[in-house]
């Protein structure tokens, strides 16, 4: 398969932790990438690579992977987490194409 | 500081020409790639391929084989991403993102353009 897969929506209540996951195929074999994307804003790298964070990513977020699904984990949400978050992978063939639709991501 | 700077929003009809850019400074312009990422209203993101300043080698999803084309000039650090005949389809905020080389990731990305076909 060369999609990637993501559930639509997911809370959280303040300080908690959430996982937000994305399944496919192609994700046994390379790792994610995830995004964020406030409204009216541009995407930003969150996690890239087995887990690793871009500088001034604050190291709440993480990222992991097992069989064909990865994971963003916010270990004790902030108000300002609230966004839709992406997974980023490559296909099966090995082309970089393939984002998951997004995860809303509400911070109760 | 590393960024890139997209040019301003567009609106036009269907069937003419257009060419957005990209502006990038802080880095080596011609070492990374230029992705561009399409996201129609209400939508999520797509990528619809990249392409290397420093030989202008270009990838295209193909799913926008055909559709669009990519162009750059190193000498101003800028890339370019052309619609030769619009459609309102194509109505779309467009970013560019900065892609390392062998990664399949952008770690840096523009504001983004948008596009607004109408007629």
């Known amino acids: 398969s060369s999609e990637v897969t993501q559930d639509p929506a997911v809370s959280v209540a303040l300080g908690q932790t959430v996982r937000i996951t994305c399944q496919g195929d192609?994700?046994?074999?390379?790792?994610a990438s995830w995004y964020q994307r406030k409204p009216g804003q541009a995407p930003v790298l969150v996690i890239f690579?087995?887990?690793n964070r871009p500088s001034g990513i604050p190291d709440r977020f993480s990222g992991s992977r097992s069989g064909d699904t990865a994971s963003l984990t916010i270990t004790g949400a902030q108000a300002e987490d609230e966004a839709d978050y992406y997974c980023?992978?490559?296909?099966?063939?090995?082309?970089?194409?393939?984002f998951g639709g997004g995860t809303h991501l509400t911070v109760l | 500081e590393v960024q890139l700077v997209q040019s301003g929003a567009e609106v036009k009809k269907p069937g003419e020409s257009l060419k957005i850019s990209c502006k990038g400074s802080?880095?080596?312009?011609?070492?990374?790639?230029i992705a561009w990422v399409r996201q129609m209203p209400g939508k999520g993101l797509e990528w619809m391929g990249i392409?290397?300043?420093?030989?202008?080698?270009?990838r295209y999803n193909p799913s926008f084989q055909g559709q669009v084309t990519f162009s750059v000039d190193k000498s101003i650090n800028t890339a370019y991403l052309h619609f030769s005949s619009l459609k309102a389809s194509d109505t779309a905020m467009y970013y560019c993102?900065?892609?390392?080389?062998?990664?399949?990731?952008?770690?840096?990305w523009g504001k983004g353009t948008t596009v607004t076909v109408s007629s």
């Open positions: 802080g880095y080596s312009f011609s070492s990374y790639w």
């Open positions: 993102a900065r892609r390392p080389s062998g990664a399949g990731y952008g770690d840096v």
């Open positions: 690579g087995e887990n």
């Open positions: 980023n992978s490559r296909d099966t063939n090995g082309d970089p194409w393939v």
């Open positions: 392409i290397y300043p420093g030989d202008s080698d270009t």
């Open positions: 192609s994700l046994r074999i390379y790792h």
